[in-house]
């Protein structure tokens, strides 16, 4: 008699298994083809009531456990190759399990990243998905942290501070009261927040243009840190060069968020990355053909110091919390 862990995966997961390697999801393993590019393996969780709130729908939650690790291999300029999914629930809900798995095969299916195995598991705690995605690469030519280089442009995908927002309105917050009579603003929020779209139409240009990369996930100027860190370089930003949306713009001018909560508050899974000025040209062609927006917004510089901020003038800003922590 099948348990009642078996019937789960059969019913729920092994339709989302169609690459050959995943062998129907009834071994303990999975095989993936080799085939002479480099393996870029990426790993995140996600947590209930710390990166999804309990009554956001399942079809957003599968959404975003698997694009947080897509937008990583994009950063990293490397094509989705297949996943792997460890889903720990307090109970087995029909309801909630259905659209969960329809929403991760559809897609599964749309970034070319099939299921190959995974584990599930009870837990009396909050529900927990984490996702370890791999991708290919050319040999050697996945783009780390550590390549940019002072005098490099510092450039960002999409707007920065909407899912920050998104959430803020969930939480019923001041940006909440900013946008109730603007239901279109109010989704665009939202789903900023709860379904990311990460860049992977611009992963190619990544790997052939940029000297370093990461994707924008605990928050803009935070993540620069990191990568400035790594680099054992610093950057210097012009506030007014980053993109924002219309709405966030508003919430800045009315006060309904600071820029702390915009630029450090963390879930854009935009890229984040620096290209030397010879191949920005090309960079942006690529960009524009791939249909991903793509600003400067600074310029790598010398030191050891925390990026810079200025305001439109040239004056220094100062940020009291550059990112989200979890701890």
Known sequence: MASAEDDLIGRYFRPLATDAGALGLIDDAATLKSTGDDLVVTTDAIVEGVHFLPDDPPQTVAQKA??????????????????VLTLALREISDAWLAPFAH??????AQFKCPLLGGDTVSTPGPAMISITAFGRVP?????????????????????????????KVLQKGSAAVM??????????LIGRYRVPQPRNALAAAVRDHASA??????GLAGDLAKLCRASSVSALVELVSVPLSPVAIRALVQGAADLETVLG???????????????????VGAARTAQVPVTVIGRIVAGSQEPGFVDGAGQPVVLKRLSYSHF
């Open 66 to 83: 698997l694009r947080v690790n897509l937008s990583d291999l994009a950063a990293k300029g490397a094509l989705p190759a297949g996943f």
């Open 139 to 167: 040999p050697g030519k996945m783009v780390r942290r550590d390549g940019a280089r002072v005098g490099d442009l510092v450039a960002v995908t999409g707007t920065i501070g909407d899912a920050a927002l998104g959430l």
């Open 103 to 108: 929403a991760l095969g559809e897609d599964a």
């Open 265 to 283: 508050g963390g879930d854009d899974y935009e890229i984040l990355c620096t290209v030397p000025e010879n191949r920005w040209e090309a960079f």
């Open 179 to 188: 946008v109730a009579d603007d239901p279109a603003s109010r989704d665009a």
């Open 213 to 218: 990369a990461m994707d924008v996930s605990d």
